[in-house]
């Protein structure tokens, strides 16, 4: 699967991402003390949802289009979207903000002065505009290096309280080989840190070889958590997050967010979705 993020910014899964990449981030600034955000696969770090890429495919319009109005969401879920729609800032009347957050623009909103960011690319086009666009941030350092690689580098960070984003474009065709192994690797070295494991669901035999890893190596407190907006059709249905270390109170609060997401994204028959515990209680 090739998942260059231009065509693909704003779209359903993004919004997945995204909006519960933020609940995490938030709950980390709870504490006055600093967190590092390691992002091993940081991209552009924004999208215009009007360039050529994001307008061949429209999937914008069936991601974050749809949060224009919120109608039919309760007070508690819009309270829990509040800090991932305050990143993306207001949408016109079609629904397209100005510039679309990708996790790094998100991140820097939500991070306070005393916290850190180490931003990974090796795209070198991608990283020309990473760099540039975050250049004069002080808490932020953006890497031209192999995520994978920046990962077991930059773990753990001196802030020993942080969030490891792992994020690839599933170029590869051993990619969830490679995203474990480097997670474990990570993991290993700092197990207290809360990590986020994205991915695509287009194999199901791959994916499950994937969730079972997390128990068989050990891994103490893992959640999977998955959003389907149809259960067929072309291009990509259904993808999923893993959340090792969740805060306490993130297994509610997604649990809330995905059944909004689920019913207000929905494409078809099947749309759905799973909160689940992989490892521990």
């Known amino acids: 699967m090739n998942y260059r993020h231009g065509f693909h910014a704003g779209n359903f899964a993004d919004v997945f991402k995204h909006a519960l990449l933020a609940r995490l981030l938030v709950y980390l600034t709870r504490k006055e003390t600093p967190f590092r955000v390691i992002d091993t696969h940081a991209g552009e770090g924004a999208y215009d949802l009007a360039a050529d890429e994001a307008e061949r495919t429209g999937e914008w319009e069936g991601g974050i289009g749809r949060l224009a109005d919120l109608t039919g969401a309760d007070d508690e879920t819009r309270a829990l979207l509040a800090p991932y729609l305050d990143c993306v800032g207001a949408l016109d009347a079609d629904g397209r903000p100005r510039l679309y957050p990708g996790s790094p623009l998100i991140a820097a909103r939500l991070m306070r002065e005393q916290d850190r960011a180490i931003f990974c690319e090796l795209r070198p086009d991608a990283y020309e505009e990473l760099r540039y666009r975050f250049g004069r941030d ?22 020993r309280r942080g969030l490891v984003l792992i ?10 080989d490679a995203m474990f192994a480097a997670f474990l690797a990570a993991y290993r070295k700092w197990p207290i840190g809360v990590y986020a494991l994205w991915h695509p669901s287009k194999d199901a035999a791959a994916e499950r070889k994937f969730l079972d890893r997390f128990k068989a190596e050990g891994v103490k407190r893992a959640l999977r958590l998955s959003l389907a907006v149809a259960s067929g059709g072309e291009g990509l249905r259904r993808t999923g997050l893993v959340v090792v270390n969740p805060p306490f109170v993130f297994e509610e609060e997604a649990r809330r967010i995905v059944a909004f997401l689920a019913a207000r994204l929905a494409q078809g028959e099947g749309a759905g979705f799973v909160v689940e515990q992989l490892t521990g209680e």
């Open 138 to 159: 002080a808490r932020v350092k953006s890497i031209h290096i192999d995520g994978y690689t920046g990962l077991g580098a930059y773990v753990p960070p001196k802030e």
């Open 167 to 176: 994020d690839p474009p599933f170029e590869r065709t051993d990619e969830f």
